[in-house]
Structures are given as C-alpha cells and as structure tokens.
C-alpha cells in the first residue's frame, strides 16, 4: 500500500529532513512511527499523503509515484487517505456536523446519504449529541475526535495519523487509540507517529523508530 | 449530471452563506460596485436622453432676420417682398416687434421692467427655413440682405442644434472612457474582494485542499461570489441612476418647459441595461479568476 524506495527529502534552506528511506507497509497494516520531535515523522507523513514531494527516491501508495504525480491527480489519490492532525485543523466557522460532512461535499456526495455518514462517523468517536455545536465548546480530546471522525467518514483505505495523542492525557490517549483499533479491524491501513512509545508497546504492531531522518533499532 | 450539479449547488450554497455571514461587508461591497456601475451608466443615460432630445429638433436650416429697431412699415415689406422672391428661401414669417415685446413680457415675467421702457427696444424679424443651410448660401443670402440698410443682422439658428449634437457625441465618446476605466477599476474591485474572502477562508481551502478538495471545487464558490455580487451590484448602481434621474427629472421638465418643450430623462432600453448587467458580472468573473488564480497558487500544498 505505501512504499518508500530510498526516499530523501531536502527542505529549501538545506535541512535535510529524511535520507534514504525505504520501507514499506502492506495493506491493512497498523504501523507506529516512533521518534523525537525533529526526527522526522511529520515529513515522513507529508510525503504519504502527497502534501511535499520528495527531493530524491519514489513514494508509491495505492500504486500511485507521488514524486512524479500531476497536481491535478493528487485530489483524487487524497480522497483515499484520512488525515488526522496534531493540531486539529478543525474549522469553526461551522458546526461540528458541517465539519464532518466536508470530506462528502467535497466529493458531491448525495447530501442525505452525507448526512447519514457523517452521523455515523460521530456515532463512532461519541461526539452524535454534540452535532450541532460549535467546535470551540469542544475539549481538546473532543476536537481530535472530530478530527478523527472528519478523516473516516468517507471511508479512506489509508488512515494517517500525525500525534493524535499528543496533547492529550494518558486515558484520552488510550481511548483514541482503541478507535484506531477498530478502524484497523475493518481493514484500513493505519500509521501512527508518536514520540511516546510507551502507548505503542501494548499493541504488539511494528514501529518504525526515526532518528535524525534515519531508521534505528 | 446531478453530481455536476450537485458541486454547483453546494458552491451556490456557500456563496450565499459567505455573503449572509456578512451581511454588512457584503451590502458594503454591493455598494462600492453599484457605484463604480452607476456612474458610467448615468453619463450614459443622460447623454443618450440628451442625444434622443437633439433628434427632436428640426434639421432644417434656419435662420433669423433682424431689422433695425427703426425700420418702417414700408421697410418691412420691402424686405418680406425680398424674401419671397429668393429662391433659397423656402418659408418666411414676419414676426412684428411689437408682437415680440407682448411675447416676451408673458414668458419672461419681466413685465414690469419691460414696460418701463419708453420705447420698444426690439426690431422687427423675420423667421426663415431655407433650402440650403451651408456657409456658402448663407453668406449669399446675407450680402443680399444686407445690401439693404434696413437690415441690420442675419443668424443662423440652426448652428446651436449641429453644435448640440458635436456635444452629445463628445458626451458619448466620455461615457465610453468613463465605462473604461470604471470597467477596469470594477476589475481591481472584485479582484481585491475576492483576495480578502481568500485570506480570511485561508484555513477552510487549506483544509479541504489537504482532504481532497480539486482546485475547481476551492474556485467555484468564489466565481459564483463575484458574479452575484457582479449582478447585484449592477442592480444597485440601476437602482441609483434611477434614483438620480427620478430626482433630476422635476428640474429638467421645467427647464424644458422654459424651452417650450416637454422632456423627461428616463432610463435606457431594458435590452441595454441587461446588457451592462452582463457586462458587469464578466469583469466581476473576470477579476474574481485572475485573484483566484493569483493566491491559489500561493496556498499550494
């Protein structure tokens, strides 16, 4: 599903955030990211998800080289993939449904099947009562929440996940995790960065430890 | 088809919640186009009502015979005997001056200043409508006429009409300026507009971007934005020339009365206003795209 073939990426200023990667994660593999901040997971992510390009080697996912794809296909090959952000990205301009359906809209989804969905996926995180509230009344733990049930609710293959526990307490963290669980139960394929390892080690799943934009053991 | 359509309506939808989410900025947006729109399209209007009224006024050449004031009877008819008999001289009629002092006493209300007057200070005239309007005849005309003593001048009427019209098609060429320049300044306009809607929607085209959002789906609701508040604003700017006509109209139909004639400014042909109402929405679209383009670009992840 996602494949990395000696993979280096060079930020305009010379930091040279990844060198020579290669890896690869099948689908419907759960995969852990692991390492410091600065280490190198964001960009690792960017990539997957065709948010930068790659300064040498090829990123292939779901068949597609990203380092040589048309702007105009990477809508497209994003529609595929749920990403879930640190920092949220939540819009609170709109209700918390509204922020939910826009994965739909975007697609032109039949507006009663959307709505359906997007309840679904809220049912699923246990925000459903909270639909038409404004995100900003929503705790941090919530708003990632949101902002998991924003990324499943047109059903990706491929889950992103840049420290979605980060900011949050140990149970909240335990607890958002036991969602990716599921999801990757119904078959998605999941990567996860974090820099605390402690919550990886339950799950018995490969981790990929980052260190200085190079693999460690 | 109806998915086509259905990107269409939610970028409809989004336009019409952008622009009630502010309903204070956007009457204030409205506004600014209508202006810009207003002023092209009132020059217009009035010069084209000016021009409708130039068309009104005869072609034929005319022109005026004044006598001496001290000109006799015999004087008179001399001189009307001599105008007959010319053969430019399609039509002459006399008009007596002491006919023209009771004239002028009734339509100048200047009665009382009139009639302290010993004598009558205007002469006896004659109207003529001539075959013939060009500088050649009528300067023929005028060395035979003023071989005469009795006649001491010779205008020719017509000129203020030709210059009249020089007028209005010098009036049509600055309203075709003035839709220029305000054309490009609607351009910048809508172009600034949609910048400040970009950067204050930064987030949400960031966002939908990073979920899959197309380029045409980020672009659309802003197109539709320009071109409602283009067809809007176009409205409005109607709406304020036609105000401004309805207010000019009091004074003009009594400046058209002191000229003997009835005269209301009205608006141009509906085919004409809808025409400018498309024309507005185009530069609105057209700004709207080059600013879309523009900071698109520049948000690229």
Not at chain 1, 19 to 29: A, C, M, R, V
Not at chain 1, 95 to 103: C, G, Q, W
Not at chain 1, 130 to 148: A, D, F, N, T, W
């Amino acid at each position: 599903m996602i494949q990395f073939n000696q993979v280096s990426k060079r930020y305009t200023g010379g930091f040279e955030a990844l060198k020579n990667l290669s890896f690869q994660i099948e689908t419907g593999e759960l995969v852990f990211l692991a390492g410091h901040s600065g280490a190198g997971k964001s960009t690792l992510l960017r990539l997957v998800a065709g948010i930068d390009r790659p300064t040498a080697g090829s990123v292939v996912v779901n068949g597609q080289n990203l380092a040589s794809i048309r702007s105009g296909a990477l809508p497209f090959l994003r529609r595929h993939i749920g990403l879930i952000f640190q920092d949220h990205k939540i819009l609170f301009d709109r209700t918390v449904f509204d922020n939910v359906m826009l994965p739909l809209d975007i697609v032109g989804y039949d507006r009663r099947e959307a709505g359906r969905r997007a309840r679904a996926a809220l049912d699923k995180v246990g925000l459903l009562g909270r639909e038409k509230m404004s995100p900003i009344s929503l705790s941090g733990g919530e708003q990632q929440r949101l902002c998991i049930a924003r990324a499943v609710v047109h059903r990706p293959s491929v889950l992103l996940a840049d420290e979605p526990t980060g900011n949050l307490d140990r149970a909240y963290a335990l607890d958002i995790m036991e969602l990716f669980k599921s999801f990757h139960q119904v078959g998605v394929t999941i990567v996860i960065s974090a820099h605390d390892e402690s919550l990886m080690a339950d799950y018995g799943r490969r981790i990929l430890r980052l260190n200085k934009g190079q693999f460690t053991q | 088809m109806t998915h086509w359509l259905r990107l269409h309506y939610l970028a409809l939808l989004t336009t019409l919640r952008l622009l009630a989410t502010n309903p204070l900025s956007s009457l204030f947006n409205l506004l600014v186009i209508g202006i810009a729109v207003a002023l092209p399209l009132g020059l217009y209007t009035l010069v084209s009502n000016l021009q409708g009224m130039a068309g009104q006024l005869p072609t034929e050449p005319q022109a005026s015979v004044f006598l001496q004031t001290d000109a006799s009877a015999a004087d008179v008819a001399r001189i009307q005997a001599l105008l007959a008999s010319d053969a430019n001289v399609k039509q002459s009629r006399h008009i007596d001056k002491t006919q023209a002092l009771k004239d002028l006493e009734q339509t100048s209300g200047m009665g009382d200043l009139l009639a302290g007057l010993g004598n009558n200070p205007l002469p006896d005239s004659f109207e003529l409508t001539l075959k013939q309007g060009d500088a050649n005849t009528l300067a023929e005309l005028s060395t035979r006429l003023k071989a005469d003593s009795a006649v001491e001048h010779i205008q020719l009427d017509s000129e203020w009409a030709q210059r009249l019209s020089s007028i209005v098609s010098l009036g049509h060429e600055a309203a075709i300026t003035v839709a220029g320049l305000f054309g490009a300044a609607l351009l910048l306009i809508t172009a600034n507009l949609i910048r400040m809607q970009i950067l204050t929607r930064r987030e949400e085209i960031e966002v939908s971007k990073l979920i899959g959002a197309t380029d045409s789906f980020i672009r659309r609701p802003f197109l539709y934005l320009a071109a409602v508040q283009g067809v809007l604003g176009s409205l409005v700017g109607i709406g304020l020339v036609a105000v401004g006509l309805s207010r000019l109209n009091g004074p003009v139909a009594k400046l058209a009365g002191l000229y003997g004639q009835s005269f209301q400014l009205s608006l141009p042909a509906l085919a004409t206003l809808a025409l400018s109402l498309l024309c507005v929405a185009a530069l609105s679209l057209a700004g709207a795209s080059l600013s879309v383009r523009k900071h698109l670009r520049l948000l690229d992840t």
